[in-house]
């Protein structure tokens, strides 16, 4: 059954005619062609469908469109501004803290609402808070260097 | 997959003009290649894969005599065409690295085309750790080549002598007189220079390496860390279709019923039931599910004949006499000379490769042409495998690699996700994409092989290994191979993985990042770990003692520096081990601390030291992120990592019971690269992960007396080493 479903995308106002039931990521992925937040599991027990309502970091994979009514979503796409890279996305790319990049977007999302919440995390609470999100290439080292190279620095990830 | 530096994404779904595709898309030969090249200088260049080549090119009819090349065009850009392909190992950094120092360019001004079956020259696929050890060398020869012509065009344009002159970022200019000069790009200008590498150019040694030996960012990295990376799966067309295949519950089932017509009369859905391929398609992904799960099915199932605890004594009771891989000496005699014997049998279960990127293709059908972006190691096989399918002659298919989310191995198979897709376009005429589910990828999975090792070994009065009576089971001998020096030296091999062996395998095998690697270092080094030991040696002092091989001695005591390694003889309840191996011409060593908990039997890797010798480095900061992986990695197939089965039903089904190493288990890690200039460079993918199971196995030996022989190493499994240990009365 359609439904009219409004919320802020990115910063900016979104309005779908979309089955509520169906599956955030799908609806990103297809009806609004933002394709940087991945299908990994389906179960969210692989992070790679990350995205954050709010200020928190979710599994789209099995969250339905309909519980983003009015609230704000931000995606991978939505961290860049003004063709300038997020503190964070920064940090991976210098730490390089990714190598297939497939697990990449999750992570960034993921840490960004980690540091949304605590700007700078002890090392355990990034590991705690990171422990969700799977990395098959076993970049977790640098990973974690990234996310601390950005909570160290002066103002947190802003 | 195109890179290059101004652009973000990988090449977008249509080929962009002026490349060198035929205008029907069918295959070239030499000479309408070439002429298809437009202007420039080109250099036709070939890997060291002569026979593998030879033979592939030799049936599709494309020139035999190259399967790469680099252009130099008029604007000064330098572009690599090669059927490899990027999946997170960094060759798409490391092998334009090559090229630019062999050219004198800027890194920035190469671009990458690879995995693009009508823009590339065949390729075998990417695997093995052989993308630097021999691709590089061909690119860089070819790239040597290319300066050569350049700088007599020079010579010519600048009536200066090649001698005087000197190339900088692109620019030719006369040692005495910088004001004469020339760039790349005017040279190639109104060009047509065709060469094919005669195996003449001359490289540069490593000390005048510029571009090499440089640690260099991910090229890749912005395109990652921003989403815009595409994947197969990120591909979309104008009235695509999303598609499902129908699976059955186990391997060996047949079907006996099926009915779709609950899921056709469903709004917007597509079946198709063809040839034993029954799907379900619909413009929306999550529909399709629904629409699968209409579909009713009946199988028949064979009742299960083994499961993951029974297998062994299946691959066991199938071996077959074997074959002898290394003889030396007579067991007999060693024997005779040991003053003790050991025996231990090693066993490590099917894995699962788990790339998050789960098999994706999209396919779509231009008339009598079919294009299919496919998640894949081995764009080339992946084309004719398309092409034998759906009856296609195989210029007609063009296979289009994007990144590619992972593979290990696991995306080097005849691209069944890409058939799938292919079949699915030709027979509906839209675009189709499969994206298999984290079920699918467990299931058709074509796993790392379940192995056993079974060894006799015995030391002489002295310490000296003086007998090695190896015998591996179902996963072949690589890294078995013997740098101990050990007289009486026997390696018999019974069958291995892969689907051309004599059928010891329950389930389709496949290479798994160091194939059969894994399971021979680890059984070993716990069996070497196990005679130090009882010799009361330590147990990196015994290695020292048996080995006289520079190399694995060098990477030994580079760890040991690193590590801090405090001699002792085991188990002295530190936790602390070592383990070595040799894979794809490197040598790694590990040392690792580990914590033991008693009480629940589960292991805390504390700390790792990897130590490795891989000739000359290209890129040191792309080794040691490889380097890391792979430790990181094998934590996950030494501890957790095990497929679950009953007969041909493969119980797991998602990472909540495929454990895979997560962040709460990183140890610490450190990383040293053994200089070697004198060697050329060797394999960087997979080496040190070679190592991981053994040289955890030995520290947790250290740590608690317990001598674990079966991988992964499970809280449970350590309970029982621990109490096996206690039931033993001390010797």
Known sequence: MKDSISFRLNGKPVRLEVDGDRLLLWVLRTDLGLTGTKFGCGESVCGACTVVVGREAV???????KAVRGKD??????????????????????????????????MIMNAYALLLKVPKPTRARILAEMDGNLCRCAAHHRIVEAIERVATRAGGAS | MTVD??????????????????????????????????????????????DLLGQEAR??????DFNAYLKIAADGRVTVYSGKIEMGQGVVTSLAQMAADELDVSLDSIDMVMGDTALCPFDAGTYGSMSTRFFGPALRAAAAEARAVLLALAAEELKVPAEALKVEGGVISATSNPKARVTFGQLAKGQKIVHTLDGKAVTKAVSAFRVMGKPEKRRDARAKVTGKAQYAGDVRLP???????????????????????????????VVVNEDGLVAVLHADPEATEKALAAVKAEYDVPKPAFDDRTVFAHLLSVAGEGEEREKKGDLVEGERKSVSLFEGRYLNGYGAHASIETHTALARLDGDTMTVWSSTQTPFPNQQAIAQAIGFAKEDVRVITPFVGGGFGGKSSAGLQAIEAAKLAKRTGKPVQVCWTRAEEFFLDAFRPAAVVAIRSGVDAEGKLCLWDYQVYAAGSRSAEQFYDVPNNLIRVYGRWGSDTPKMHLFATGPWRAPGANINVFARESQIDTMAAAAKVDPLEFRLNNTSDKRMRGVLEAASRKFGWKKAAGPSGRGVGVACGIDAGTYVALMAEVKVDVATGSVKVVRIVCAQDMG????????????????????????????????????????????????????????????NDELSPQGGGEPALVPVGAVVANAIFDATGARLFQMPMTAERVKEALLAVRRKPST
Do not use: W
């Not at chain 2, 962040?663 to 690269?673: A, D, K, Q, R, Y």
């Open chain 2, 59 to 64: 049936t599709r009819g494309y020139p035999t």
């Open chain 2, 616 to 675: 000359v480095v290209i890129n040191p900061d792309g080794a040691k992120m490889q380097m890391e992986g792979c430790v990181m990695m094998g934590l996950g197939y030494t501890l957790s990592e095990e497929v679950r089965f009953e007969g041909g039903r493969i119980l797991t089904r998602n990472f909540d019971t495929y454990e895979l190493p997560r962040f709460s288990g990183m140890p610490e890690l450190e990383t040293v690269l053994v200089k």
């Open chain 1, 59 to 65: 599994r789209s994979c099995q969250l339905p469109v």
């Open chain 2, 5 to 50: 530096p101004s652009a973000l994404a990988p090449a977008p779904a249509p080929a962009s003009a002026g490349q060198p595709s035929s205008p029907e898309g069918r295959s070239l030969d030499r000479r309408d290649f070439v002429r298809l090249l437009g202007g420039g200088i080109i250099v036709l260049f070939t890997a060291d894969l002569s």
């Open chain 1, 73 to 106: 979503v931000t995606t991978i796409e939505g961290l860049e501004r003004d063709g300038k890279l997020h503190p964070l996305q920064e940090a991976f790319a210098d730490a390089g803290g990714l190598q297939c990049g497939f697990c990449t977007p999750g």
């Open chain 2, 239 to 269: 009235g695509m279709l999303y598609a499902k295949v129908l699976r059955p519950p186990a391997h060996g089932a047949t079907l006996k019923s099926v009915d779709t017509s609950a899921a056709a009369r469903l709004p917007g859905v």
